[in-house]
């Protein structure tokens, strides 16, 4: 009868002891190691342990217990069930399972918190020493926190002493939450897992149940990773969706489908040699990019026997030995070394060998560049931004810092990007802007700088003339001059501007530099007699900055002339004019005095 919720940790053990104190002739268990908080770690062995061995585990996260429960009936099955399938098992393999490895907390984590410095604990499926440092994060606020170094946690020590010692054939990591799937990992044998695949399809028409799908994992720290790399045929299996079952729903939907992959390993399962006492072999690698060449330590341990010898080979070099060699010392950069090792004991028991992956070594600093303004030479405005490039080859860009002095005391890192804004110091001159990155190995690179002119002050205008001045004839033009001047980054340009019988719409002229004369000029058009022409000047420097001079007495009014002359001959007629009345003046006077 199914049980009306998931059973505590301490349930779950005592029911299993219980279940192996009644079958002690196919059933044992004992003690593989210690949690954080001391306590016990059991391991149960159903069957024959000298047969073929398939190991299944639960609750690496402490309250992911599907998987423990799924454990225990398939256990009972074997041991009570009295079929000829389940009686073949026993007499011919063994199932292996510990039930509960996170033995401490119900959560993500272990209760490992290093004296206060880590908020949840560690993350055991990301401590594993395949590929650690690949997942999870340092960060010791975070449920993924992988621990300080790979293999760190008593827990994580325990697996590893049973992937090495017992072996088994096959072996299922269990959780809940991210399936269903199962996770088969990526060393595993392409013909055996073909092979499982097609044993559970003949298997359901007699068991039921619904087989699990297939997809590969990578080894990031993750148990499978760490069973897988000693040949062992390792899968992850997320026994359910996002939504937490019942126990019932746990039995009824979810245990035929595990059912269906245990037996299917069962028929393929074949025995393979135990190894009761054979040398550990850890090493300290922290997972961590390192900037300059640096050394691994190994320690061996014997339970049996003292340890002979420890052998390590790097990159598939040629293999040493720490007695002649001294500890792996790495040289070559690059984000995958590779560093094998083993130890063999006084009783010639070898260990079977441990393949560390992705030893992360980087001795080249980034480079980079920094562009102010596009490359414009000049501003007007300490606002600026930046455009920055930065590379690193091997272990990539990771952060950066600014300056506007050069000096780096209170500048504080930051991620990098491409673009930035920047405040440039007020005052005009020159300014410069300093930029470093910082690659993922501590590694900073060389000071990079550009520089831009910061010109604030506005350009002078002088007051403007005219010519000709106060009278301007009918469609006589009009040359406008005027004196501009900038003491910072120079005269860019000058614009005329005017308008006709204050219509609002101004025309646009280009102001030329007279290079006798100093003065920049543009012509107004002529215009008909009674226009009002009004105008006014702008300038610019080369920083943009911009003055308009719009003095109220830059405005004329063109003056009326005779029709049938142009505008200069027009001037000509009225001087003969004048000259021919002043003449007939004249004679007039001179006759009226001869008559007196």
Not at 376 to 389: G, I, M, Q, V, Y
Not at 395 to 420: H, I, L, M, P
Request: aromatic letters at 10%.
């Amino acid at each position: 009868m199914t049980a009306a919720s998931y059973r505590t940790k301490d349930e779950m053990i005592s029911m299993f002891k219980n279940l192996c104190d009644d079958h002690p002739a196919v059933a044992s268990y004992e003690v593989i190691g210690k949690s954080y908080l001391g306590n016990d770690i059991y391991m149960f062995k159903i069957g024959n342990v000298s047969g073929g061995r398939v190991l299944w585990d639960a609750q690496l996260h402490g309250g992911e217990d599907a998987g423990s429960e799924i454990g225990y009936w398939f256990a009972e099955w074997l041991l009570t069930s009295n079929t000829e399938r389940a009686n073949s098992i026993l007499k011919e393999s063994c199932f292996m399972i510990v039930p509960v490895i996170n033995v401490d907390s119900y959560g993500r984590t272990n209760a490992n918190h290093y004296g206060g410095t880590v908020k949840y604990g560690v993350n055991l499926n990301r401590n594993f020493v395949s590929g650690w440092g690949q997942s999870g994060t340092s960060d010791k606020s975070s449920e993924e926190y992988r621990g300080p170094s790979a293999g760190s946690e008593k827990e994580t020590q325990a697996m590893r002493s049973v992937f090495s010692r017992y072996n088994p054939r096959f072996y299922v990591n269990t959780h809940m939450w991210g399936g269903p799937i199962i996770y088969s990992y990526r060393n595993n044998e392409a013909a055996t897992v073909s092979a499982l695949k097609t044993e559970m399809d003949q298997l359901k028409s007699e068991y039921g149940g619904t087989p699990y799908g297939f997809t590969s994992i990578g080894g990031g720290g993750f148990a499978v990773g760490d069973a897988g790399i000693l040949g062992i045929q390792s899968f992850l299996l997320e026994i359910n969706d996002n939504t937490t079952p019942s126990l019932s729903t746990v039995e009824s939907y979810y245990y035929p489908k595990c059912r269906l992959l245990l037996l299917a390993m069962f028929e393929l399962v074949y025995p393979s040699p135990i190894q009761e006492h054979v040398p550990v072999t850890e090493d300290n690698y922290d997972g961590e990019w390192h900037n300059a060449d640096f050394t691994i330590s190994l320690t061996a341990s014997d339970s049996g026997s003292d340890v002979a010898t420890t052998y390590y080979s790097i990159n598939s070099a040629p293999v040493k030995t720490l007695s002649a060699d001294g500890q792996p010392h790495i040289t070559t950069e690059g984000a995958n070394n590779k560093l094998e090792y083993w130890s063999v004991d006084e009783a010639s028991n070898e260990e079977t060998h441990s393949v560390l992956t992705g030893i992360k070594l980087d001795k080249t600093a980034p480079k980079g560049s920094i562009v102010i303004d596009n490359g414009s030479p000049n501003t007007n405005s300490t606002s600026a931004k930046l455009s920055l490039t930065a590379t690193d080859s091997t272990s990539g860009v990771y952060q950066a810092r600014f300056s506007n002095d050069g000096v780096w005391d209170t500048e504080q890192w930051e991620s990098y990007s491409t673009t930035k804004s920047w405040g440039l110091p007020s005052g005009d001159g020159t300014k410069k802007v300093y930029f470093q990155t910082k690659d993922h190995a501590g590694l900073v690179s060389s000071r990079y700088e550009s520089s831009i002119l910061l010109d604030t002050t506005l350009p002078s205008i002088e007051t403007a003339s005219q010519n000709p001045g106060e009278v301007v004839l009918a469609d006589q033009s009009v040359t406008i001059s005027a004196y501009v001047t900038d003491s910072g980054t120079g005269v860019e340009s000058g614009r005329l501007l005017y308008n006709a019988n204050d219509s609002g719409k101004w025309t646009d002229l280009p102001m030329t530099l007279n290079s006798e004369t100093s003065l920049y000029e543009s012509t107004i058009p002529g215009q008909q007699a009674g226009t009002l022409v009004q105008y006014k000047i702008t300038a610019y420097d080369s920083a943009g900055n911009k003055i308009v001079d719009s003095n109220a007495a830059y405005q004329y009014i063109v003056s009326g002339v005779i029709s049938e002359f142009p505008a200069p001959m027009g001037i000509v007629a009225l001087l003969m004019i004048s000259t021919l009345l002043a003449a007939m003046v004249f004679q007039r006077k001179r006759l009226h005095e001869t008559q007196d």
